[in-house]
């Protein structure tokens, strides 16, 4: 990409992941001063104000918007992004960064800030549930359960994401829902509907390892509730593994219903939602100007 003389807007959660390092913006300037770039940075005041930054960008002549932050922050920018039509770029900041993980973009600020200009612009798909828009994983049962109740926790961070997930294992149970996909329906007991636009949730939990960004396509996961003793399913999913266990069964679709006889949990992009009965999940082809480093490897692998 051409960046010279690029106005390049950076919008910073200092609340993503596990604290903020004042380096960070050393970091920021220093590349964009490498790739002489124009740059500013704008921290977020609020849960909500990225998106505000984002869809204000082009009137304020930026060229491009980067997200640094976690996947709640870079579905924010994506929402303001969207409606600018701006490019967007990442900078991983999250506790999880599955979407940063999935395009190959790299983890350290210094080397994903320089990776930034090296990048093309990749028309990327998202999607919607219930009308919110979702770039990476979206979920519907135990891991929207743990959304709810993580987000109403101070306590951040993989390790108070483990314990909690450890302690509401036991108590929730499989649910039933109706997927219809086109003209086919089919009814399964399920403990998580996950709906992956890229390959995994964050930390390398490959849910959806054989997923692409730029195929038109979601892959839906029902899984059912995993026993204890078999722990290797663990192991299946950070291999990347998930598709071949009994436990899992993966359907690709651009759109899809799904409904359930009780209001079950979910989340948008880790984002705690609530609790419905009716979950209308629709793909947005190419809907994001990504910056991706890694065209024709990660970003269109299947
Ligand atoms: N200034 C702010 N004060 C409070 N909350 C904020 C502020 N700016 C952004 N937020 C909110 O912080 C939340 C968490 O951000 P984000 O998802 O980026 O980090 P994370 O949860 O640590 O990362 P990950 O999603 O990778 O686990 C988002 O819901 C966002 O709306």
Do not use: W
Request: charged content about 20%; hydrophobic content about 40%; proline content about 4%.
């Amino acid at each position: 990409m051409n960046t010279p003389g690029k106005k390049v807007l950076f919008i910073v959660n200092k609340y993503a992941g596990t604290g903020y390092q004042p380096a960070v913006e050393g970091r920021i300037i220093d590349a964009c001063e490498q790739a002489d770039a124009e740059c500013t940075i704008e921290f977020t005041r609020a849960a909500g104000h990225a998106v505000e930054l984002a869809e204000q960008a082009p009137q304020q002549g930026f060229d491009f918007v980067v997200a640094v932050g976690g996947d709640g922050t870079i579905n924010e920018v994506a929402r303001g992004a969207l409606k600018a039509n701006i490019p967007m770029g990442l900078i991983p900041r999250g506790s999880g960064n599955g979407l940063s993980r999935h395009l190959g973009i790299p983890l350290g600020v210094a080397d994903a800030a320089k990776a930034l200009f090296q990048s093309t612009i990749v028309p990327m798909d998202a999607f919607t549930v219930n009308g919110k828009l979702s770039l990476n994983v979206s979920g519907i049962g135990f891991d929207g359960h743990i959304a709810n109740l993580f987000g109403g926790t101070s306590k951040r961070g993989l390790a108070g994401y483990a314990k909690l997930t450890m302690q509401e294992f036991f108590a929730f149970r499989e649910f039933e829902a109706e997927i219809t996909i086109g003209a086919q329906k089919s009814t399964v007991k399920a403990f998580i509907i996950a709906i992956a636009n890229s390959s995994q949730y964050g930390n390398n939990a490959r849910i959806a390892p054989r997923a692409s960004v730029t195929d038109g396509l979601l892959h839906v996961n029902t899984m059912k509730k995993v026993p204890v003793y078999r722990v290797d399913f663990i192991y299946n999913m950070f291999a990347g593994d998930v598709g071949r266990t009994s436990f899992c069964e993966v359907q690709e679709a651009a759109s899809l219903v799904i409904r359930t006889s009780k209001p079950v949990a979910y989340h948008v992009d880790g984002e705690p939602s609530g609790h419905n009965t009716e979950f209308k999940i629709d793909v947005l082809p190419g809907a994001i100007q990504i910056l991706a480093p890694v065209v024709g490897k990660r970003v269109n692998k299947r």
